[in-house]
């Protein structure tokens, strides 16, 4: 009886984890984008690869996608994991 207890902590433990990384993650992905887009627009009217602060912005806003690419991918692997759990569970 200990033993599905502790499991069951530490199954809640490990989704509020998750989740709490999913926000941060989403959240910084949503910073990035602002950083980049503020950069970007007040330096457009020099509309080179030499102007740094515009590339760098650009860079910014490329980060963000793959910031919040890489928090969907963590999101759909942690329920698909916990769906199959679920699946077990039900089985035994």
């Given at each position: 009886m200990t033993t599905k207890t502790a499991a069951a902590?530490?199954?809640q433990r490990s989704e509020r984890d998750v989740n709490r990384l999913v926000r941060i993650m989403t959240g910084?992905?949503?910073?990035a984008l602002?950083?980049?887009?503020?950069l970007s627009l007040m330096n457009l009217h020099?509309?080179?690869?030499?102007?740094?602060?515009?590339?760098?912005?650009i860079?910014?806003?490329?980060?963000?996608?793959?910031?919040?690419v890489i928090r969907t991918a963590i999101d759909l692997v942690h329920r698909r994991?916990?769906?199959?759990e679920e699946?077990?569970?039900?089985?035994?």
């Open positions: 902590n530490r199954n910084a992905a949503w910073i602002g950083f980049g887009l503020l020099h509309f080179s690869d030499r102007n740094t602060s515009l590339m760098v912005g860079g910014f806003m490329v980060g963000s996608v793959h910031i919040y994991e916990e769906k199959m699946a077990e569970g039900q089985l035994h």
